[in-house]
Structure formats: structure tokens, C-alpha cells
């Protein structure tokens, strides 16, 4: 099982991205997503997380109405559409997975991706 985080990249504040996450090595149908961050010298904290079912997503509230996490169709790609950036979001951008996870936004996902760089310059 492979999680395969992409996309990030260098941005000035105010732009977007849209990091990219491939499931390999299982069907993740049903397996709930959801991405983390962690910026220098700071913890690992939660940024926003999918369902299942692509019924319910829960955000941050630190990039609650400036970014989306959807799935892809094939459902074993998860995306986090990040708009108005701002200096504060630059950090190693990880997503997860996991099949009974209940609370989306703690951090006890079974599987983890290596993680993606953003960097948002002011």
C-alpha cells in the first residue's frame, strides 16, 4: 500500500495549488483521506479529510473557505484545492488513509504518503 502525495511547489501569497494524492496497492473506495501539514518546527496538524462516501468533509479552520478536498473518479485519488495562499500554509503537505477511522481529523490514519513541499513566499 502506497500513498503517493504530488504537487506542491513554490507560489507567491494570494495563489493557488492543488496537491494530488494516488492510492496504490488496494481499492480505496472506502477508505476515508484525508491531509495533513507540518510546517518547521511545528507538530503535524490536520487540514482537511473526505469520507468515504465523498458526503462529508471537514476542514481546519485555518483553510476553512479557501480550500476543497475532493476525490477522483477512479476514487483512488484524493485532491486539496488550496486558493488564496498565504505564508503561513508553507509546509510538508501529507495525505493518509485509513478504512474505520470515525474521527476524520484526529491523526490515527493507518497509512501515510511521503509528503509534498508548498511554499508560499510573501
Known amino acids: 500500500v502506497q500513498l503517493q502525495a504530488s504537487g506542491g511547489g513554490l507560489v507567491q501569497a494570494g495563489a493557488s495549488l492543488r496537491p494530488s494524492c494516488a492510492a496504490t496497492g488496494r481499492t480505496f473506495s472506502y477508505y476515508n483521506m484525508g491531509w495533513f501539514r507540518q510546517a518547521p518546527g511545528r507538530e503535524r496538524e490536520f487540514v482537511a479529510a473526505i469520507h468515504w462516501s465523498g458526503d462529508n468533509m471537514v476542514y481546519a479552520d485555518s483553510v476553512k473557505g479557501r480550500s476543497t478536498i475532493s476525490r477522483g473518479n477512479a476514487r483512488n485519488t484524493v485532491y486539496l484545492q488550496m486558493n488564496s495562499l498565504k505564508p503561513e500554509d508553507t509546509a510538508v503537505y501529507y495525505c493518509?488513509?485509513?478504512?474505520?477511522?470515525?474521527?476524520?481529523?484526529?491523526?490515527?490514519?493507518?497509512?501515510w504518503g511521503q509528503g509534498t513541499q508548498v511554499t508560499v513566499s510573501s
Open positions: 493518509a488513509a485509513d478504512l474505520y477511522l470515525r474521527d476524520l481529523s484526529s491523526s490515527g490514519y493507518r497509512y
